[in-house]
């Protein structure tokens, strides 16, 4: 066993680009969840980010703009839950389950005529100045420039749920959306942006999987990705920094267990693989007893306005 | 409707189903069972090729159906039964999980043929088929020797089975051959498909000094970490991966299953089929070697064609003593090569190789 | 303008009209869908919704297989139904299933080849437990430190597939079996065999259960205090607190409940249609399950409805595969169509529509 052959430096690097995508979709979710919401398609979106995002930066050449078609794209589909579970008052995770189901195989249908090709990826972008700083700048400051919108969004997202008036309402409808309907909120309204913002986001995840960390396409790529991202909003309780802190520890797991067995760690394989899994729990566990904030108080609710 | 009439159709149904047509109608009926989606890019891929090829071969005097991604557990046996009813007069079953379903849908169904690949278990109209990767393997193996330079040599391995570890034996032997002061990291990734966990793997490798990555995963996603990082050298799996040419990779095995798929089809239309037990290699061409690239250095690239002229040709074997288990015990002794059965079920390293199998 | 009005209690006429409204429309843009992948609509839609009941090549086999097919996925929504009733979030009875499917085989596998027969018996309440006990995990986590029982139900069935890879190709592998991944066949074994009860019906074990449990949740949900309690839990939960409803004895109830059918659902299948634990052995009917649970609205009948009508959909899917060569992804998004059109119409059965003036929406 030689540990030393495991370098901090690329270590980090790694967990970064391998985090990044599920806290996209993470942090996507969790703005629909703080409305409200639960969209458990976010496998769905994520796939379907993955094949237009790239199909369109095969097209066109332009990764950037695979990354914008992904998150419209996405965005669009996450409308069709949406319609289903505001307007017409569906259940929210049965309706989110189907989004799973149509997302997987729209994205095969599109997928056919892309398999086996290669598409440009994102290029390194080093941060002039940080990039040289010994040790640090090549594992914070030389990414590309996905990792670091990644986490503008999630600063972002914190300051607007805390700071900003639309953040307050966006809150108020996700606690409790009879209050917030009688304040006048626009209840579903509100619940419709969040849940396009959601889709844009996964669907950003998912470009990323398809167009730098993998990158190609195949069917069924994500694997599963969208449902940790699920549990990353979880395991945030439904908090900015958390999903940032929840991402990067469930990627870093996975990615130093791989890097304990190349080094020929004497851990049973077994446990190493299952290791990313029972960590997050065994965290989340040490985080709830020390007591938790829980779930948007009308989480997975239906709202009609006239009851 | 009552339980007689229920069944009564089962049973029509059942001896309807294939055999009376089989004799008498054209055109031949091929079937396909796949375990993953056409478009994984590996397995299943080179498996529809085998199908295409076949209708490109026969034309209108052969009809092929398919089902992808057919789990192994519970709905195997259904999809099986559901192709033989459908009128099929061979099928497919092109993943291991499938054996004892095949062996039970065949014992209902006499009259149409069966082929399980990579299994053990055959019956009057049940074939088995496989290929020898192994020998693909050995000359990976001789290459990545040669033109490592840091002497570590990356293995992202699926699933503990004797396929698997076959690979890694043949791959360091040949390896070690060349380079005594190899080295092999081994990762499991517990998984045949997963393109992210592929890369994440491939990286944790390269970032641990390795600067060959050999892959008994499907995807290509190791390839393109590989070419990321530059100065690392792969090797296609199951495909060829072509696109990854001259560099990172630099040959490849590639499962060619057409030229099989094609004389079996022939033996049904001519009325010859019989069970049997195809074990091909290189030779046969079941086991393509895929165009070493210009990356390989002339001497080196002479010397792995040679090797595998010699193993064509049935000169070579990969497993030729003397070789020793991981604990140091004699396995092979001296130009001693290896019986099959042994290669079969194999679940042991050979020495020199670090780690423990899981399990 | 339109608007939804809330029904006083549910149209008895729309829960019977829309499925069959969804299934038009779902034929409809499903064939929309099969036609523009080149395939004849008509024959699509008769081989997918006609074929598996009536066509005379298949239907003596695949009915049966429909309820083969079902059962699992009706067995594991009755479960979780009751935990969803309550408010608890299983999404991990796929977890569950391998746990039950792996702890009832390796209760058996040990005593091979006794042809005693409690063996049978014994594997099903083995399986029970094994499923149960994966269950209790987020179950004890939640009551003890209130960790979210939605993350570590789905965490543990990641954990519960490396355990079924490990055990596979370890542990409960076959000694006759080459050195090759997998337990013996239990197809082989008499003694341990989740045969047909009557042959060519597809009534094994499983299935039997499966109904049990459908009138068990019925009685249990209509007719017992603790329903009353679960429900109560699941609609408010601080009257529930109120009026003496234990909290944790409810989540530990409706995990346990949901795990344990679970567990039989993997026994079950082990033992008979899958035959044997392999590395793939799971195919993701803990998650279907959800799917089954929620169409059927939490209901048991509904349930068992729902069950059937996803069967079918999976068998006359392969069967368009087969027969019409569509790609199986085709298959899945008419899946997903068919399931949005349920939910979308389901409205109409809670809600009437008025056409006029928006009051103040």
Partial sequence: MDLTSINPVLLVASIMVSATPILLAALGEMVVEKSGVLNLGVEGMMITGAVVGFAVAINSGSPLLGFAAAALASAVLSLSFGVLTQYLLSNQVATGLGLTLVGLGLSSLIGKPYEGMKATTLPKLDIPMLSDIPVLGRMLFSHDIMVYFSLALVAGVWAFLKYTRAGLILRAVGESHDSAHALGYKVVRVRMLAIFFGGACAGLGGAYLSLVRVPQWTEGMTAGAGWIALAIVVFASWRAGRVLIGAYLFGGVTVLQLNLQAAGADVPVALLSASPYLITILVLVIISARGAHGAPASLGRAFHASH | MNRRTLLTTAALALSLGAPAFAESHEPVTAGFIYVGPIGDGGWTYEHDKGRLAVEAEYGDKVKTIYQESVPEGADAERAITQMALSGADIIFTTSFGYMDPTIAVAEKFPDVKFEHATGYKRADNVSIYSARFYEGRAIQGHIAGKMTKSNKIGYIASFPIPEVIRGINSAYLHAKKVNPDVEFSIVWAYTWFDPAKEADAARALIENGADVILQHTDSTAPQAAAQEAGNVITFGQASDMGEYAPLPRVSSIIDDWAPYYIQQVGKVMDGTWESTDTWDGIGPGMVGIGEISDAVPADVKEEALAMKDAIAAGEYHPFTGPINKQDGSVWLADGETAADGDLLGMDFYVEGLTGEIPN | ?361
């Fill in chain 3, 1 to 361: 303008m339109i608007t939804l009005e809330k029904r006083p209690q549910p149209s008895r006429l729309w829960t019977a009209v829309t499925p069959l409204i969804a299934v038009a429309l779902t034929m409809v843009m499903g064939g929309l869908l099969f036609a523009f992948l080149g395939a004849d609509p008509f024959e699509a839609i008769r081989t997918i919704f006609w074929d598996p009941i009536f066509n005379p090549q298949f239907a003596g086999f695949t009915r049966p297989q429909l309820l083969v097919k079902a059962g699992p996925l009706i067995l594991i929504a009755i479960g979780l139904s009751i935990g969803f009733r309550a408010g608890i979030w299983n999404i991990g009875a796929e977890g569950q299933y391998i746990m039950g499917a792996i702890c009832g085989a390796g209760a058996g596998l040990a005593l091979y080849p006794s042809e005693s027969p409690l063996i049978f018996p014994m594997m099903i309440i083995a399986g029970g437990l094994g499923g149960w006990a994966w269950a209790m995990i987020p179950a004890v986590l939640k009551t003890r430190f209130g960790t979210n029982e939605i993350l570590v139900s789905l965490m543990l069935v990641y954990v519960a597939e490396n355990i079924l890879a490990s055990v596979a190709s370890g542990l409960l592998r076959n000694p006759e079996g080459m050195g090759f991944p997998g337990s013996r066949n239990f197809k082989q074994w008499d003694a341990a065999h989740n045969a047909e009860i009557i042959t060519g019906t597809g009534m094994h074990w499983g299935v039997v259960f499966a109904f049990i449990a459908v009138i068990a949740a019925y009685v249990l949900m209509a007719r017992h205090i603790q329903g009353f309690n679960i429900r109560l839990t699941g609609e408010a939960p601080r009257a529930a607190r109120f009026s003496g409803v234990n909290p944790t004895r409810i989540v530990i109830l409706c995990l346990g409940i949901s795990g344990a059918l679970a567990g039989f659902a993997g026994l079950f299948e082990v033992t008979g249609p899958a035959g044997q634990i392999s590395i793939d052995f799971n195919s993701g009917y803990g998650f279907t399950a959800i799917i089954v649970a929620f169409l059927g609205r939490l209901n048991p009948v509904g349930i068992l409805l729902a069950g059937l009508l996803m069967a079918l959909t999976y068998i006359g899917g392969e069967l368009a595969q087969l027969m019409l060569g569509v790609p199986g992804a085709s298959i899945q998004l008419f899946q997903g169509m068919l399931l949005f059109f349920l939910l979308a119409t389901d409205v109409f059965t809670n809600y009437r529509l008025r056409f006029g003036r928006a009051e103040v929406a």
